[in-house]
């Protein structure tokens, strides 16, 4: 069962920081209130992380067959690429963060003239 979760735990994160690699050339398609929303589930999938490893941990201890133990050691791998994978959706999602449609919607028509001509945002 922890197998199972922490597998699709995986794929979900990998199609997650896909769809939000797309997004990186242009934030403003995103909304605040999906950003908090990423973040949230994956701050919670990263804890989640820490209640496998100890799950792991705690198996990885007691008396475990060959075959076992390199079930256990597959699983632990796939959960630290959880991890890496879920820290990598949490930066990302912060990056992000800063070019919103809200963030660009406060900004007055001078600052994004300005931004634009700088070349710092893409155009529209």
């Known amino acids: 069962m922890i197998e199972t979760a922490i597998t699709s735990g995986l794929q979900s994160a990998r199609e997650q920081y896909e769809v939000l690699l797309k997004a990186r050339p242009k934030p403003y398609v995103l909304d605040d209130a999906t950003i908090a929303r990423t973040t949230r589930v994956f701050r919670e999938s990263l804890e989640w992380c820490g209640v496998y490893d100890e799950q792991l941990r705690r198996w990885r201890s007691g008396r475990l067959t060959p075959a076992q133990r390199r079930d256990v050691a597959r699983v632990e791998n796939t959960n630290r690429e959880t991890r890496t994978v879920v ?26 003239g300005l931004e634009y001509l700088l070349g710092l945002h893409p155009p529209l």
């Open 87 to 112: 820290t990598a959706i949490l930066d990302l999602a912060d990056e992000l963060s800063a070019g919103t449609i809200e963030r660009q919607l406060s900004k007055t028509d001078e600052q994004l």
